[in-house]
C-alpha cells in the first residue's frame, strides 16, 4: 500500500541511505607501437602482482606502488559483499573505539555553542573531573591555539582534546561568573564509551534498557541495568534494540542468554569454508521468568537481529516495532602488519528455526544501501501490509507462530512510524537545528537553578511554569523563523518536550532524557499498552 506524499517528506530526511561508489580506470586503449614487444601476463600468475610490476617499470610517471595497492583493496572487497571492508592503519583505532567501549582522552561530553566548545558534562571519576571540570565551561584554549570561533568542526576538537594514555593537554576554559581564562593541564586516560544508553522504571512493573551498540563491555552494562531494574520491582523488560547496528555478536548472544531456558539454540553460522558453529542457552537466569518485549525498526541490524531473531525464534518474547535491517553475514577481522585490517565475510548467520535474514546484495552496495528508501518509497514505514514474503522465506516456530527470512526480522506486532503532529514550522525549526540550541543556550544561561533538581520530574515541573514554548517562540522568530499559530497548535506539544527532554539531557544525561521523551515514543507507549493489556 502507498502514502501520500506528505508523509514521505515527513519520513525522508530521517532515513539515511548510504551509497558507496567506487571506480577504477582499468582498460583504456591506447595506441601500440609494432617495434616494441608486446607483454604477456600469464594467468596462472599473480596478475594484480604482476600488473603492479609492469606499471612500475614502464609507466610514464613515477609512481606510488603502495598508494595503488591501497585504492585497489577497497575496490575488490566492495565487489564482494556491502560488509567485507578494508580499513586503513589511519582509520583502524578509531573505527574499533565503539567495539572495544572505550577510548583515550580527557573524559567530557560537549557541544558547540555559537562556535565555543561547552562542556555538557564530565565522565564521573574521569581525568577532566578529577581536574575541576565544570559542566558550562567553555573551552577557548587548546594548548596556544585559539578554538573558540575558529569554526572547527567536531572531529578537529575531539582530535585535539584526545591523545595516548599519560600524555598532557592544556587547556584554557571561560566559566561562568568568572573574569579570567581558567588553566587547566588533564593527562589523558582511558574513557568508557557506554553502549547502554539509559536503563529505568517506566512505571511500577516494567522496566526499561536500551543498547545502542553491542561492544565488550556490553554485556556487563546490561546486567547491570537489569539488578537495578530487579530491585526496583521489574516483572516485565522492554528492551530497545531501535538504532542498534550492531557491532560483535559474542554480547549479543551473553544477553539473549540471560532469557532462555537451558539448551535452546540461539544462533548458528555457516560458510563455505567455515564449518557450522552453534551456540546454544546456558540458563544464566537473568531474566528467564518475566515477560519480554524486544523493540526493533529498520536501523536494527546485525547483532541486534541475532538477539531479536532468537527471542522471537524460541517463543520468548514478543517483538514490536518495523522491520530491521537484513544484515545476516558474519565478519571476521584480519590484521596486517602496517596497522591496517580488513574484516572478510567469512560466513551466515542463521536464526533457531534456520532462517538466513540478510537482503539481497546482488545489485551491488549502493543499491543495499538504497533499500531503505525503497522500503520508504512502498510505504513500509507506515502500512504493514505493504511488506510481502514468498512462502519460501516462511518458517515456523516451535509454538507455532510463522516468521520471515529473507531480509530483516519482521515484529510480531507492527507500529507504523509517527508523523502526528508534524508541521512546516516545526520542520523549519527542526531542520535547522534550533530546538537543539535553544535547549543548550537555555542550559548555559540557568544551569544553577537547573543544577539543584535531581530527577526528570522536578525538571518537568520547572519548566513548566518557565513558559519554555513561548520563550522558544521568540528565540526562533529572532533567528529567522516566524510564528505560525495554526503550525504552532499542531506542533506546539511536541516543541515543547522535546525542548525539556533535552534540556534535561544537559543537566542529568541520559537518566533525564529518555524518561521525558517517552511522551513522544509511540512505539514504546505501544509496548507499554501491550504489557499492560497482558497483565
Known amino acids: 500500500m502507498k502514502y501520500n506524499n506528505s508523509s514521505r517528506n515527513i519520513l525522508l530526511p530521517i532515513i539515511i541511505a548510504v551509497s558507496v561508489t567506487v571506480g577504477v580506470l582499468i582498460g583504456t586503449r591506447m595506441p601500440v607501437s609494432t617495434t616494441q614487444p608486446k607483454v604477456s601476463v600469464k594467468p596462472r600468475f599473480n596478475k594484480i602482482g604482476n600488473i603492479l610490476n609492469i606499471i612500475e617499470s614502464k609507466y610514464v610517471d613515477t609512481v606510488n606502488r603502495e598508494e595503488l595497492v591501497e585504492a585497489a583493496i577497497p575496490f575488490i572487497l566492495n565487489k564482494l559483499d556491502p560488509h567485507s571492508v578494508y580499513i586503513p592503519a589511519r582509520d583502524l583505532a578509531r573505527m574499533n573505539e565503539p567495539l572495544q567501549g572505550n577510548f583515550e582522552g580527557i573524559g567530557v561530553s560537549f557541544n558547540m555553542l555559537t562556535d565555543t566548545v561547552l562542556i555538557i558534562s564530565t565522565i564521573p571519576g574521569g581525568p577532566s573531573e578529577k581536574v575541576g571540570i565544570l559542566s558550562g565551561d567553555k573551552i577557548i584554549f587548546v594548548e596556544d591555539s585559539l578554538v573558540a570561533g575558529q569554526g572547527i568542526p567536531d572531529n578537529g576538537i575531539i582530535a585535539l582534546l584526545k591523545g595516548p594514555r599519560g600524555t598532557e593537554v592544556n587547556i584554557k576554559v571561560l566559566r561562568k561568573d568568572e573574569n579570567e581564562l581558567i588553566p587547566f593541564t588533564i593527562k589523558r586516560d582511558k574513557i568508557p564509551i557506554y553502549s547502554v544508553d539509559v536503563s529505568y522504571m517506566v512505571n511500577d512493573n516494567t522496566g526499561y534498557i536500551k543498547i545502542s551498540r553491542f561492544s565488550m563491555t556490553t554485556h556487563l552494562e546490561f546486567t547491570e541495568g537489569l539488578e537495578k531494574l530487579k530491585q526496583s520491582g521489574m516483572e516485565k523488560l522492554i528492551l530497545d534494540l531501535r538504532g542498534n547496528v550492531g557491532g560483535i555478536m559474542e554480547p549479543s548472544t551473553l544477553i539473549t542468554d540471560e532469557f532462555l531456558e537451558e539448551g535452546k539454540l540461539i544462533v548458528y553460522t555457516e560458510g563455505r569454508a567455515s564449518p557450522r558453529q552453534e551456540i546454544y542457552s546456558t540458563a544464566q537466569d537473568g531474566f528467564i521468568e518475566g515477560v519480554l518485549v524486544i523493540l526493533i525498526d529498520e536501523f536494527s541490524a546485525s547483532a541486534s537481529e541475532i538477539l531479536a531473531g532468537a527471542i522471537q525464534d524460541n517463543d520468548r518474547g514478543t517483538i514490536i516495532g518495523r522491520r530491521s535491517f537484513g544484515k545476516g553475514l558474519v565478519q571476521e577481522p584480519m590484521p596486517f602488519n602496517d596497522g591496517s585490517a580488513m574484516r572478510l565475510t567469512i560466513a551466515r548467520y542463521y536464526t533457531p528455526t534456520g532462517r538466513s535474514i540478510q537482503k539481497p546484495y546482488d545489485n551491488g552496495t549502493e543499491e543495499y544501501y538504497a533499500d531503505l528508501n ?162
Not at 539543584?452 to 511554569?465: C, D, G, R, W
Open 374 to 535: 525503497e522500503r520508504l518509497i512502498r510505504g513500509e514505514f507506515i502500512e504493514a501490509d505493504s511488506i510481502h514474503f514468498t512462502d519460501s522465506l516462511k518458517y515456523t516456530t516451535p509454538g507455532g507462530k510463522t516468521v520471515y527470512g529473507g531480509g530483516g526480522i519482521m515484529p510480531d506486532l507492527f507500529v507504523p512510524a509517527d508523523t502526528s503532529g508534524m508541521s512546516r514550522y516545526f520542520l523549519k525549526v527542526r531542520n535547522l537545528g534550533l530546538i537543539y540550541r535553544f535547549a543548550l543556550q537555555y542550559t548555559d544561561d540557568n544551569r544553577k537553578q537547573l543544577q539543584n533538581l535531581i530527577s526528570p520530574e522536578e525538571i518537568m515541573t520547572y519548566l513548566e511554569k518557565e513558559a519554555i514554548l513561548n520563550k522558544f517562540i521568540v528565540y526562533a522568530t529572532d533567528n529567522g523563523v516566524k510564528a505560525e499559530k495554526g503550525s504552532i497548535t499542531i506542533s506546539g506539544e511536541i516543541i515543547e518536550i522535546q525542548l525539556k527532554a533535552y534540556i534535561a539531557r544537559n543537566i542529568l544525561d541520559n537518566d533525564g532524557f529518555y524518561p521525558i521523551w517517552q511522551d513522544l515514543d509511540t512505539t514504546l507507549k505501544k509496548a507499554i499498552e501491550y504489557l499492560t493489556e497482558a497483565g
